[in-house]
């Protein structure tokens, strides 16, 4: 049974930061592509940033400069180090990979992580 499990959510100022932890466990063979998805009340499910097994970076354009994705493939794990905050960056937050197991590849998600940035 493969498991994510974010951390690291929580209630921040604007202008603050945030680091964001996906945990990775189970019977599992490789990742492959790591993301970071986010939606906000009423609005649709956003792919915020990706990190390839080769630890090729993307960011949706309204995080650029502020938000860090990396990986530690070790620990079968993921981070988002969010700097910068804004209001408007407030959602729950989820992680998503895709896993090979010893039978197939699947793409899994973790049950998200509330971030609130808010005075």
């Known amino acids: 049974q493969v498991q994510l499990v974010e951390s690291g959510g929580g209630l921040v100022q604007p202008g603050g930061s945030l680091r964001l932890s996906c945990a990775a466990s189970?019977?599992?063979?490789?990742?492959?592509?790591m993301r970071w998805f986010r939606q906000a009340p009423g609005k649709e499910r956003e792919q915020v940033a990706t990190?390839?097994?080769?630890?090729?970076?993307t960011y949706v354009d309204s995080v650029k400069g502020r938000f860090t994705i990396s990986r530690d493939n070790a620990k079968k794990m993921m981070h988002l180090q969010m700097n910068s905050l804004k209001p408007e960056d407030t959602a729950v937050y989820y992680c998503?990979?895709?896993?090979?197991?010893?039978?197939?590849?699947?793409?899994?998600w973790g049950q998200g992580t509330q971030v609130t940035v808010s005075s």
């Open positions: 998503n990979a895709d896993i090979f197991t010893a039978t197939m590849l699947k793409t899994y």
């Open positions: 990190i390839t097994s080769g630890s090729k970076i």
């Open positions: 189970g019977s599992i063979s490789s990742i492959n592509n």
